[in-house]
């Protein structure tokens, strides 16, 4: 067999080769076919189904993707050339049943076959966005999802703040901020969104500002507003994720059962001095915000912090955190933080981990609750009024 360092000294061996038409049979019968181009070339139009490895990372990433040295691979590229030589270095490597693609993607399309060519992004997005771009599991595809996906964030303030910049930094197309408070010298501690010069203006003129010096991409929907019974499934109407940004438990059980009800993914967190929490709660794949707290805690276990304070950087930490659980579900990569809380401690800088689970009996997400839902009947929910639980809330469909 031969070694990857003798294929670099200039042992060859054979290469099997086959034309498009017969790579396209093959394509159809599940075999795997391998563009082995740069990720530019790639963005620009690829196989369909085709598995995506440059010919310059298949020496550190071919055996970890395609751990079956048995397996049946395709290898092409633009014109031929550099899947030839990739397919002498996986056989040197120890696969046996590798082929070349004659004539490349040029050749494919010449036989009028089919070619995924996703969304393009202008010169400007590809400079701003490069860092990205270099990623696999974003790559122009992921950042075409970005700039395409509208998030709520809730609240500008300690949490809202970073997690606002950073998601308009990385390209989210859309951006509703929802606050209806303004500008204080005490906010400035935490939420960088605002500055000094910006004192008793609204807050989420402020964010807009902020966000458009940073990004001219980012289309910015400001509502000026408190979030209501009566307002919120209007405000949360067509976005892809929300941010709950809120701080208080009353506008977290509304903006949960809202959600839920329009089937919007939402990330969830929470600080408390040294302390953070942070959760996702993607409808029915499990729990919500009822789950986790079917009632709220007294007053004087909960305070907010303009009562017990808070540590200006966990918010930020907490907020960023949010932002990537955003980017994670808009892209669909990683394993966003369903069914998982997240705990952090500033003081000793450690995370912790709690597994949750939906409720069965919740009045919100439980099969009971959702067979009601689609049968539409009204479900009354408890809410938070003056400091007890009250039945009769809103009813959500």
């Known amino acids: ?25 093959r394509r159809s019968a599940g075999v795997t076919l391998l563009d082995v181009r740069e990720q530019v070339e790639w963005d620009a139009g690829h196989i369909p189904g085709a598995a995506f490895i440059p ?6 990433r071919i055996e970890a993707e395609f751990p079956d040295k048995d397996q049946q691979i395709v290898l092409y590229c633009r014109s031929g050339a550099r899947s030839g030589r990739a397919t002498q270095l996986l056989q040197g490597l120890g696969y046996t049943d590798v082929v070349n693609m004659t004539g490349g993607i040029l050749a494919w399309a010449e036989h ?25 599991e974003v790559g122009t595809a992921g950042q075409v999802k970005l700039l395409e996906s509208k998030v ?14 950073y998601l308009a930094a990385a390209g989210v197309g859309t951006l ?11 906010n400035l501690q935490r939420q960088v969104i605002h500055s000094t010069e910006r004192l008793g203006a609204k807050k989420v003129d402020s964010a807009r500002q902020s966000i458009e010096a940073l990004n001219p991409d980012v289309k910015v929907i400001t509502y000026d507003e408190m979030l209501l019974a009566d307002n919120v499934e209007r405000i949360i109407k067509g976005y892809d994720v929300i941010l709950d ?6 506008t977290r059980y509304l903006l949960n059962d809202a959600a839920i009800a329009a089937g919007i993914p939402v990330a969830h967190a929470s600080v408390f001095r040294f302390e953070g929490q942070l959760t996702t709660f993607v409808p029915y794949e499990g729990p919500c915000y009822r789950c986790l707290y079917p009632t709220p805690p007294p007053p004087e276990l909960a305070p907010g912090c303009s009562v017990a304070g808070v540590l200006g950087v966990v918010p930020g930490i907490m907020g960023l955190l949010q932002a990537n659980e955003v980017l994670k579900v808009l892209i669909g990569m990683g394993e966003p933080l369903v069914g998982r809380l997240l705990l952090f401690d500033a003081l000793d800088a450690s995370f912790s981990e709690l597994r949750l689970s939906r409720d069965p009996k919740c009045p919100v997400c439980s099969d009971d609750a959702r067979a009601a839902r689609e049968r539409g009947e009204t479900i009354n929910l408890p809410v938070f009024a003056e400091g007890a639980f009250v039945l009769g809330g809103p009813g959500v469909r």
């Open 112 to 136: 009028d076959l089919p070619i995924d060519s996703p969304a393009s992004l202008t010169p400007a997005q590809q400079s701003r966005y490069s860092r990205h771009l270099l990623i696999p």
């Open 55 to 60: 010919q310059g990372e298949l020496p550190g």
């Open 1 to 25: 067999m031969n070694s990857p360092a003798d294929f670099q000294h200039g042992a060859q061996a054979p290469v099997r080769e086959i034309d498009p038409p017969e790579a396209d049979k």
């Open 152 to 165: 709520l964030i809730v609240g500008a303030g300690g949490l809202g703040s970073p997690s606002a910049l």
């Open 176 to 186: 509703g901020i929802v606050d209806f408070d303004v500008v204080e010298a005490s």
């Open 245 to 250: 940004g809120t701080d208080t438990f009353e």
